[in-house]
């Protein structure tokens, strides 16, 4: 299945269509915050519970989606991979869609008073970590390319405290 465009937008709204709770983290919650980032990857943080994961795989089903593993093997998506805390990293016919049941520690229930909902045309509502907590999450991941981002991120952040 080739992947032509990344289009976090229509992942968005067949993870709506199930009615899947989760948190819209990563770069995709950078650039619905103004950072002028690129991303080609939509990252989330999910509620782990049974009803939510089969919501999930439902979601999954409808975007093709397989398990993104070394060797070029395509699994189909496991639910015990969306049980735990660490990433399900996903190939869709729309992108990549990484599953996170933890970031920095804290699982959906705890981020979600860090978050905000944004509405999006077309009535998608989703929910996003704040800008401090999404700065927060990069800093502790301490990888090179949330560490590249951390300048760009506290400079929207800084201009959105100017403008507010």
């Given at each position: 299945m080739p992947?032509?465009?990344?289009?976090?937008?229509?992942?968005?709204?067949?993870?709506?269509?199930?009615a899947?709770?989760?948190?819209?983290?990563?770069?995709v919650c950078g650039v619905a915050h103004g950072a002028p980032i690129t991303t080609f990857d939509l990252d989330l943080v999910?509620?782990?519970?049974?009803?939510n994961i089969d919501r999930i795989l439902a979601a999954l089903a409808e975007l093709d989606a397989f398990h993104r593993e070394?060797?070029?093997?395509r699994l189909a998506p496991q639910r015990t991979a969306l049980e735990g805390a660490g990433?399900?990293?996903?190939?869709?016919?729309?992108?990549?869609?990484?599953?996170?049941?933890e970031v920095?520690?804290?699982?959906?229930?705890?981020l979600l008073p860090h978050t905000v909902e944004l509405a999006l045309a077309g009535n998608l509502k989703i929910r996003i970590l704040d800008l401090d907590t999404l700065i927060e999450v990069k800093s502790r991941a301490g990888r090179p390319k949330d560490i590249a981002m951390l300048p760009i991120l506290r400079q929207t952040l800084a201009e959105r405290r100017r403008h507010n």
């Open positions: 992947i032509h465009h990344f289009s976090y937008r229509a992942i968005l709204e067949a993870l709506d269509r199930s899947v709770q989760h948190i819209v983290i990563g770069g999910h509620l782990r519970t049974p009803e070394p060797g070029g093997r990433p399900a990293l996903f190939t869709t016919t729309l992108g990549s869609l990484d599953f996170m049941g920095s520690g804290r699982d959906y229930a705890e």
